[in-house]
């Protein structure tokens, strides 16, 4: 079953609305995460570092103040998208590390789709 | 985090194992290698992962070289459901850098 978690799957939203996307670490706590950003036929690029109680840190290139990120507890990262763009329109995804029997590994979300019109 | 060099793309046929190589010749000496798969439309998907010794899991098999510079994932029954991205990532952090990987395509 799924280790982690992300909601939405897919969301619509309007040019110069805020969105948020939650990642969930299900049954284990995380206090990181990983976003990161893919666009079609691209690989996956890392945003930024999510540390639980403290500021993100972010990738070079990525701005700070659009991309919010929020690490509230130990299962949950939020990445806010503010006043987005058609451009930001992109497939997100986050990554938190489970200690499993052959050590740290990474499991990813599902992953957030999203579209700005 | 040291660089992967994976092929573009390869074929398979069904059932048969599928061999993926990479390359990781300037891995240091505390970085683990990773395998993950992406199909179309969702996250990437854990299959296995190693330091020096050779893995296996339920899903995959890793080899990795004496010298470490180079890796093999090992599919051993290949299905059409196989067919995905496949990425090798060497790390040695929870920060993975994922670069083109294989495109991996099983045929009936």
């Known amino acids: 079953g799924a280790v982690v978690s992300q909601h939405p799957s897919r969301v619509i939203c309007k040019s110069g609305t805020s969105v948020k996307i939650e990642c969930r670490s299900l049954?284990?706590?995380?206090?990181?995460m990983f976003w990161y950003r893919q666009f079609p036929k691209q690989s996956l690029m890392l945003m930024a570092t999510s540390n639980e109680g403290s500021k993100a840190t972010y990738e070079q290139g990525v701005e700070k103040d659009k991309f919010l990120i929020n690490h509230a507890s130990l299962t949950l990262s939020t990445l806010t998208v503010t006043s987005a763009h058609p451009e930001d329109s992109s497939f997100y995804i986050c990554?938190?590390?489970?200690?499993?029997?052959?050590?740290?590994?990474?499991?990813f979300g599902e992953g957030s789709w999203l579209t700005v019109v | 985090d040291a660089k992967t060099t994976q092929p573009p793309s390869m074929d398979c046929a069904e059932g048969r194992a599928a061999n993926l190589p990479c390359n990781h010749s300037?891995?240091?000496?505390?970085?683990?290698v990773y395998w993950y798969r992406q199909i179309h439309s969702q996250g990437p998907q854990y299959i296995i992962h190693?330091?020096?010794n050779n893995e296996t899991n339920e899903m995959a098999s890793l080899i990795i070289t004496e010298d470490r510079k180079s890796s093999t994932l090992i599919l051993p029954h290949a299905t059409l459901r196989d067919t995905a991205v496949y990425y090798c990532?060497?790390?040695?952090?929870?920060?993975?850098?994922f670069g083109a990987g294989t495109t991996v395509t099983v045929r009936a």
């Open positions: 990532i060497v790390s040695n952090d929870y920060k993975l850098s």
């Open positions: 190693g330091l020096k």
């Open positions: 990554s938190a590390s489970k200690n499993i029997r052959s050590g740290n590994t990474i499991y």
């Open positions: 300037t891995i240091s000496g505390n970085e683990y």
């Open positions: 049954d284990f706590q995380a206090t990181t």
